[in-house]
Structures are given as structure tokens and as C-alpha cells.
């Protein structure tokens, strides 16, 4: 019988990244597993360079110039609240390889990423209830376009997020 490959031990990874497309939950869900755990919580989001967000707002995606230093600043955040708190969960987009590189290179050390996948359908209805929200509905097919799966080398797991919070959360957590 061929050997397996061993489940990778999460427990010792101090930066987790809860990703996905706009409209998936990052935030909803990575605030709750932050609580669950204890640790502390950061929002991409709120780190963005006034002209990225005003950007968005204007329904022009970002290129890839425009996210660079605004996802060197999201790993420097990490890697120093792990460092005073220890661990820090994040919700951060994180759609591409390139992206999740950056994150990893800019924090020197493993990263954790956790997917939250679904339908389009599904994530297009939780994005109209998101009303104010920088990131308009027109924006979300160059998500799901920009959206690269997981290599084989990289950390991370994907969750379905057409289950309740709990449920989500209760799976993420049990894995970490």
C-alpha cells in the first residue's frame, strides 16, 4: 500500500487567512472564528489605501500595482500581531497564487489560507444584502475570473459556505 502523505498539523501555523470572493463571508466568518479561538481579528479591507477603495467604489477593479503594497502592509499586520497576541486570524481576498505568495514572502513564515467557496448564485445573493458596501455586485465575475485554486504546496482548506456560520466556523475550527 503506497504511504499517504501526512495531514498537515495546523495547530503550529500562526496567520490564518480566510479568503474567497466578495460576497463570501471573509469577514463575517473569520471575525467568528476569531472569537471562537480567542485570537485576535483583521480585516484586509480596512488596511486598503483610500485610492484602492475609492477604485472599487467606481466599480474598476484593482490591478495587480494596486495590490501589491496594499498586501505588503495586510502580511506586516499579521506578522506583528501574531507576534505581540501569537496567532491572528485575517479575512483577506487572497484570490490569486501570486497574492498568497506575497503574503507568505512578506510574513516569513507559513500562512495558513482557508477558502470559502460556493455558487456564484448563492454568493451574488449575500453580496446584494451587503448594501454601502465598497465592493459593488458588478465586480463579482472578475473575482470568480481572478479566483486560482490551491497547489498542492500551498496550506490551505476549502470550506462551502452554503452551510450557517456555525457550521463553518465549527469546521474551520476543528481542523485548526
Not at 65 to 91: F, H, K, Q, Y
Not at 147 to 169: M, R
Request: charged share 25%; aromatic share 6%; glycine share 8%.
Amino acid at each position: 500500500m503506497p504511504e499517504q502523505a501526512p495531514t498537515p498539523d495546523f495547530k503550529d501555523i500562526r496567520l490564518i487567512v480566510v479568503m474567497g470572493v466578495s460576497g463570501a463571508g471573509k469577514t463575517t466568518i473569520a471575525e467568528a472564528l476569531a472569537e471562537r479561538l480567542g485570537l485576535p481579528f483583521i480585516d484586509a479591507d480596512n488596511l486598503h489605501p483610500r485610492a484602492n477603495v475609492e477604485k472599487m467604489r467606481g466599480g474598476t477593479p484593482l490591478d495587480d500595482a494596486d495590490r501589491w503594497p496594499w498586501l505588503e502592509i495586510v502580511a506586516d499586520a499579521m506578522r506583528n500581531t501574531a507576534d505581540t497576541r501569537g496567532r491572528v486570524v485575517c479575512a483577506c481576498s487572497a484570490l490569486r497564487r501570486l497574492y498568497r505568495d506575497c503574503l507568505r514572502d512578506g510574513a516569513g513564515e507559513p500562512v495558513l489560507f482557508v477558502l470559502l467557496h460556493g455558487d456564484r448564485s448563492v454568493i451574488a445573493a449575500r453580496q446584494a444584502d451587503r448594501p454601502g458596501h465598497f465592493m459593488p455586485a458588478s465586480l463579482l465575475d472578475s473575482q470568480f475570473a481572478t479566483l486560482e485554486t490551491f497547489a498542492p504546496d500551498e496550506l490551505g482548506l476549502v470550506v462551502d459556505v452554503a452551510q450557517s456560520i456555525e457550521s463553518i466556523v465549527d469546521t474551520i475550527a476543528g481542523q485548526i
